[in-house]
C-alpha cells in the first residue's frame, strides 16, 4: 500500500511540475496548432508518439538548454502556423518527434524520477488527445473560416511567444 502511494503521489508531481512549466503548455499548444485540423486516422498514435518523445528525453544524458530549445521550435511551429502551412505525412510526424522532445525538456523529464515522469506523461497524452479530438471537430460553414483565422493568429502568437523566450535565453546567456 506504501509503494502505491509513493507512485501516486510521484505521479501527481510529475503532472504538476508539467502543468506548471509555462514551456512545455506552449510546445504542446504549438504542435497541436501546426498539425490542426488533424483529418488523417490514427489520433491515438500521434498522440502516443508526442508523449513517447517526451518521455525519451528522460535517457538523455546531458543536461539540454531546455529554453532555447523549447523557444525555437514554438517558434518554428508558430510561424509555421500562422503561415498556413499544413503539415501533412512523415513532416507531421516529425513535428510530432520535435514538440514531443521540446515538451519532455521543458516539462523537466530529464530530471523526473520514472513516477514523476510516468504522471507528467499521462498528463500529456490527456491534453494531446483533447487536442487532437477538438482538431477533429466539424464547424459550421459559417464558423469554418474564423476557426481558420483563429489557429493562424493563434500561430502568430507562439511565434511570438518563442522569439520573446529566445530573446531572454540570449539575453540570459551573456549575448
Known sequence: MVEFMTLLQGAFDGATVLLQSTLAMVVTVATFLALAPVTASRPAWRALLFCACALAVGWVQRPLPA????????????????????????????????????????GKMQTASWEEGLGAALLLLLLAFVMILAGRIAMPAR?????????????????????LMLALWIRGQGG
Request: proline share 0%; net charge positive.
Open 67 to 106: 529554453d532555447a530549445i523549447a523557444a525555437g521550435v514554438s517558434l518554428v511551429l508558430g510561424a509555421g502556423t500562422a503561415a498556413g502551412l499544413r503539415w501533412r505525412g512523415w513532416a507531421a510526424w516529425a513535428v510530432l518527434v520535435l514538440g514531443g522532445a521540446a515538451a519532455g525538456i521543458s
Open 143 to 163: 464558423l469554418s473560416g474564423a476557426s481558420a483565422l483563429a489557429r493562424r493568429m493563434s500561430g502568430a502568437w507562439v511565434a511570438a511567444l518563442g522569439v
